[in-house]
Nanobody, 124 residues
Framework: QVQLQESGPGLVKPSQTLSLTCTVSGGSITTNYYYWSWIRQPPGKGLEWMGAIAYSGSTYYSPSLKSRTSISRDTSKNQFTLQLSSVTPEDTAVYYC????????????????WGQGTQVTVSS
């Protein structure tokens, strides 16, 4: 079974860059078809898709976050990484990594495998 695990600092200072890593087991991030996404959920709010990196290495971003977001990968470690720059307290959320098909780029949140999520707080 595919498993995903988020890791990274739980506390980030305003104006700094948030960096999280998703480690994937049970499947390769280079396998044809799949897209590997980052999704977040601020307290009391719904899920927000942030972006994804496809099996090919192509990246896709939410228009509202594109200017601050970068997703990359290390295929030798079967990991992909989120970087969110210039963070503010509004970026405080539980951050998830998840697997889905190409429909995630068009707005679908029907991803089949999810990490457990990791809390990130932006505070000085």
């Amino acid at each position: 079974q595919v498993q995903l695990q988020e890791s990274g600092p739980g506390l980030v200072k305003p104006s700094q860059t948030l960096s999280l890593t998703c480690t994937v087991s049970g499947g390769s991030i280079t396998t044809n078809y799949y897209y590997w996404s980052w999704i977040r959920q601020p307290p009391g709010k719904g899920l927000e898709w942030m972006g994804a990196i496809a099996y090919s290495g192509s990246t896709y971003y939410s228009p509202s976050l594109k200017s601050r977001t970068s997703i990359s990968r290390d295929t030798s470690k079967n990991q992909f990484t989120l970087q969110l720059s210039s963070v503010t307290p509004e970026d405080t959320a539980v951050y998830y990594c998840a697997r889905g098909g190409p429909e995630v780029v068009a707005g679908s949140l029907d991803l089949d495998y999810w990490g457990q999520g990791t809390q990130v707080t932006v505070s000085s």
